[in-house]
């Protein structure tokens, strides 16, 4: 659907309004001149949810509860009547009889629109047909909804539509609410197993001087009191390290990060991203906490570590597969990089396999090309992808012995990067000369290239102990959790274009 129609949808003109609104807004302000404005009303007193009343039935049978919700539905039938209401919990059935309520009552509750949200108070009973309800005594209108619901909007194929109304969407989808809960207990079971394992919760700066710990493009800008150019930060790193330094031993931040690239349904420009070090452990470390933890998450939260994802079973019980990324091209693309030693033999094979490169691209950048081209995704099954050329690891330890690759490995399910860790760099003098090796590809025009962070290497020149570090994109951990296609369908408010009337 093209943005015009959309926006026609989302705002139409006043001729274009349709004659449920108009009745809608005249029954509004029939309720302002009577005195009853819903607007007005500033609490009421729940006592019970649906989920409680349907799960407690026998305890809460006979009992007074005290319900409220948005009416999904009604069925009048003379002097009694029959609605759902739904609150943040789910829906249940409400019986509603003109002489409980009143007769003045009763005739304002069918003058009420499906999407208005009520308050009932009654007692838990069961209907002849089986179905938990609250018979109603008293109900009342606590707000008005003036737009009607879409009934159809469950079959909508417009998915833009409704990531840029998903209030509505979590309204009538409880598929969608039901990610979003578990999204929310996927990141609280991330801090239970951190927590447990005696990390400490910080927090660092989202504004920062010098956009680094990645290699990607950052939103630029200005501190007028400062007179101070300024970045939305592109990690959690470099600030998290300094905690190291500084003699905090086991870190970890959940935080937005923000990346100023384009949107797919792995990307959007603001996402969640959960990063960690510790003192005195490896990469290997690293791996084995990451295996754990999301094998512990996703028991905990989905009650198994044997989950489907698309037409895909994932075994997250079974140890997760290790190569590298050298036998990994060479299993998958049959290139073998550990032949190939020299830049000019690099790009004479990306050329032999159609491989586009740039000038700027060094050694290890090709062989990153390679991986990403022949072996990302046939990883379908858990993987650790190890030994990270160190052109392209700008912050990670070199391996003992074989300098040109790094102690690095990166995670991948159903053929995506999940997690990216090191063995991070603590050599202040290494780390000076790569990051002055990302200067001069950044004024070579590579705009995702690091600055060179002075107060970084002058918090190294301390001494940093030797430490693992993990970064996991939240996000996608909840979309291989929830079996969701796209980054936008995890994400609340995923970044959108604007549409011509929202200027």
Known sequence: MNDNKTNQQMEPSVEEFSEQVRIRRDKLSQLKESGHDPYLLTTFDVNATAKEI???FEQLEGKTVVIAGRMMSRRIMGK???CHIQDSTG?????????????EDYAAFKKWDIGDIIGIAGFV????????SVHAKEIKLLSKSLLPLPEKWHGLKDTDLRYRQRYVDLIVNPEVRDTFLKRSKIIREIRNYLDEQHFIEVETPTLQTIAGGAAARPFITHHNALDLEMYLRISLELYLKRLIVGGFDRVYEIGRVFRNEGTDTRHNPEF???ELYQAYTDFNGMMDLTEEMIRTVSKKVLGTAQIRYGDLDIDLDKPFARMSMVEAVKKYGNVDFSEITTLDEARALAKQHHIEYEERHKFGDI???????YCEDKLMQPTFITGHPVDISPLAKRQPGNPQYTERFELFIVGRE???AFSELNDPIDQRERFMEQARLKAMGDDEACDVDEDFLNALEYGMPPTGGLGIGVDRLVMLLTDSASIRDVLLFPTMKSLPNDK
């Open 54 to 56: 349907n799960s407690q």
């Open 80 to 82: 009694a009547s029959f």
């Open 91 to 103: 829906r249940l059935q409400s019986y509603v009889r003109r002489d409980d309520v009143g007769e």
């Open 125 to 132: 009973f069961r209907t002849q047909t089986g179905e938990i």
């Open 272 to 274: 969640t991203l959960l």
């Open 367 to 373: 062989v990153n090309l390679f991986f990403e081209t």
């Open 418 to 420: 999940h997690a990216n």
